[in-house]
Each structure stands twice: as structure tokens, then as C-alpha cells.
């Protein structure tokens, strides 16, 4: 019988922060061990390990994924972002500058998955209010701030008509507003 | 970790490849469940097969009298979905009941279904729905009712070699009323105990939590069936259960919850607290 088809190293190529990187990865390193050791970008955090912090959160085709879950081959061929390549033209984007403004990080150590996944609702739903917000950073554990002031920065870019008004998209992408039919209060 | 990896292009190349190598090959779609799992040591794989960008597994289709989605279909787009919202509401809701938005972006139903968890979200709607799953494989097609898919935690009928490729399920023309109550602690989202109620000609109860698999709530079908309030009938969801000690609540919780969140979502769907002929 023949073998199966597989690879336990292969080539990855990803477009992360806008620019192509090839790589030779093992078949099972992560999209976070890939980002951070292959390829020097450590803004992703390694927090748990086990998808539950979120601070190793990352853009996908620019939806929020947990990085340490995803395989550097599941993302072959797509868009990477990282919170290095979030600024543009050395101006922090929209979301980095309201946690600035509203004192959102202590630490600092969840804020890059924090904002990547703050960017994600905002353009899943630029109109979030308070519930979709904290719903929508469930995913992003925060040990110093007791999440208020994240809240407030969130809220505020959302305020502004979404984290870059271009992007519009998937409003109905209310994983959230569904989160408050099931919830018992 | 170690294994190989091996994307699949197209559903027959990913079907080619499990039926040639049962048993070596390890469908791999979100990837949620199944990569924590072989991180932690909880299970092996040979080979990987990556079926998520597969075109033909990701889809949600009006075909009338049911709903197809394909196995593939992220958590996310079911959530999104317009014509769920419009035709399967329950169904739309249950998937954005699940874990956080980074779980529901990579995680499909196909995986959810397959991986028997009796805590997931999309398992009790399709119980409480009357879904059907199709699987394909060695021996062609099948279609099967999900009720009796799973066996046990973890363990369903997929055949080695077979894949589950689509789910079905029927959409009456205007949707029947629902509830669902899932109850469970904030930051790690899978429910302890969730209920589904679902209105009908004959209403479906279905139950997570409370047993190796998800399971229907029989005695407070029957109860309802007789005519019998919200009240008794949501005394009996518990009936015939065997829900675990475990660490997210003790068995005797979880009876407890399911009797109170049956209640509450019986009434939320119209069945009256004291139902016929009883007095109030
Ligand atoms: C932090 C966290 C929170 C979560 N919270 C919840 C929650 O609240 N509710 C909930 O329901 N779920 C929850 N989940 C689980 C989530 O829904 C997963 O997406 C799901 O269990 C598995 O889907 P997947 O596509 O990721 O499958 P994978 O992890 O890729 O695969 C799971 C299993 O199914 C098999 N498989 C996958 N697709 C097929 C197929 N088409 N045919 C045959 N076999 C297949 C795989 O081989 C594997 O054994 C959570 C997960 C995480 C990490
Ligand atoms: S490191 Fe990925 S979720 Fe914690
Ligand atoms: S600022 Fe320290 S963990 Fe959030």
C-alpha cells in the first residue's frame, strides 16, 4: 500500500505586515512559534499555550485567531498582521492610540492580542457598545487592568465610527448581540 | 508535536486520501479541539489532512425544507449568516454561544459535531433540530439521523476512512419559536449544562451536559405531550440522565440546572407555567 500524502517539514509562505515570507517550518510549529522565532516578530505573546489568554492573538485574512492554535501551514498563502504592522506611516492606528489615551495597558503583556482582537470586532462591528465589546474580548484575559479602562478605549474608537472607517464588512458578525439571548442574568 | 501535514485542495482528493489510508489519516478542519489536544498529549496523529479550505465543505444553503451547511463552515459564518438569522435562528444562536470570536473564526461545524464533545453548542441545537448528518467515504454516502451519531465523549459513528461532509437541517417556512439557555462560567465559555427548546407539532428538548453525549429530554417531551405545564414537565428534564462529577459541577448541579433552565426556557417559548386542566 502506498503512503500516505504529508510533509513533517514544508514550505510556508505568508504575507505578514504587508510583506511575502517564505519559510521552511516543521509541520507542526505554530503561526506564534513561526512569527516569533522564525521570523523575529514578538509582539505575539506566549502566554498559555493552550488557547485560553488570548495574548498570542494575531489578524487571519483579518480575523482574529489565537496563533498559538493555528498551524504555520494552516496559514500558507494568507494575510498575516501582527501588532508590529499595525501603525501606518508611524502613526500608532486608532485602536493603539485610544489605549494610549485611556490608560488600557499596565503591563502591556496582553495588549497586543488585546488590540488585534479590539480591531476585529470593531470591524465586525463598528457600532459595538459595551456588551459587544465585553463579549467580544472574552476571548483576552488581562491580569493588571480589571478590563475597564480596555473597555473605554474600545468604546471610544467605536464611537468614532469603527477602528478604520474604510473597512465596513460583516456587521451582522454579532457573535455577541446573540451572547446576551443565551445568557442568564 | 509531531506529524505530517497535508493540505487538501478539493473534497475528492480529501475523500481519495482518507479512503486509501483509514486509520493513518487525521482530518484536521479548525483545528480548535484537535490541535490543543495533540499539544497536550491527549491524542496522536500519523498525518494531518487539512480539509478547511476545502471550497466544496464550506457553504450554507436554502434547499426549501432544510438548511445544508457544509462541514467546513466556520463558527463565524454561521453566526453572520443572514439566512440562518432569518430561517434557523436557534441554530445562529448556538454557534455564537461558542467560546470567544478568535474560537468562533477557525473552529467548523463539521469539527464540533465529530469531536462529541456532550458540552457543545452546535451538538444540542442539531439534537434539538432534528438534524441530519451526511457522511461519504469507502462506502459511499450516507445520511443519518444526528440523533445516535455520537456514541460516547469523544466517539461517533464515522466509519475510518469516512468523513462527514455536510449537515441538514429542516427549516420549516417560518421558524418555530426557541429558546436556549446555555449556563456557564464567563471566561471559559463551554456550557455546564444548556438546554434547547424548540416548539413544534411535537416539542424537542434537547440537553448538554448531563451525560456522555447530548441527549433529549424524553420524560419532559412525553410530559409536554400529555398536555402537562411548563412546570412538571421541566421537573422530569433530568429524568434518565447520568450527568458527571466532574470540574466544571457536580452531578447533582447539573440536574438542577437542567430542571431550572428547562423551566425557563419552556416558558420563554409559551408553554404555559401550569399547563391544561391544572389548576394554577
Ligand atoms: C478556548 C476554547 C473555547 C471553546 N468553547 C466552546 C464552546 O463554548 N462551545 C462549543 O461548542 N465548543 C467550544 N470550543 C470548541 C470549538 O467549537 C471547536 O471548534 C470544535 O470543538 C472543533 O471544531 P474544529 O473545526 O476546530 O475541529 P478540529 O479541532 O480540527 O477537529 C476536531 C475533531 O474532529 C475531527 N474532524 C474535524 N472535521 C471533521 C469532518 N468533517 N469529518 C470527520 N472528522 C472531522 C478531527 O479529526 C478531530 O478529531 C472551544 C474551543 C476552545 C479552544
Ligand atoms: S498563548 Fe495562545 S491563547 Fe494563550
Ligand atoms: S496590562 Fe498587564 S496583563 Fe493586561
Redesign the interface.
Known sequence: ??E?????R?TVTLTVNGSRQVADV???T?LLGHLRDGLGLTAANHGC????C?AC?VL?DG????SC???A??A?GREVVTAEGLAADDRPHPVQESFREHHALQCGYCTPGMVL?AV??LR?QPDAGEREVRC?L????CRCTGYHNIIRAVLAVAARGGPDSAVKG?R????????S????S | MSFAYHRAESLAEALAVLAEHPGRVTPLAGGQSLLPDLRAGRTRAEVLLDIGRVPELSFVEDRGDHIAIGAATRHHELAASGLLAARLPALRAAAAAIGDPQVRHMGTIGGSLAYADPAADLAVAALALDARVVLDGPGGRRVLPFEGFARARGSTVIAPGELLVEVRVPAPAVPAAWSYRKFSRDALEWAVVAVLAVAGETTRVALSGMGPTVVRAGETEAALARGDGAEASAALADAGTAPPDDVRASGGYRRHLARVLTRRALEEIGVETAGRGVAP
Open positions: 500500500m502506498s500516505p500524502p504529508g510533509r513533517t514544508l516543521e509541520a507542526g505554530t499555550d493552550t488557547t485560553s488570548g492573538t487571519l480575523r482574529s485567531v489565537k492554535t493555528v498551524l501551514a494552516q500558507d482582537a476585529s470586532l465586525e467580544g472574552r476571548g483576552n484575559l460583516d451582522d458578525a454579532d457573535g455577541l448581540r446573540a451572547g439571548e443565551h445568557r442568564l
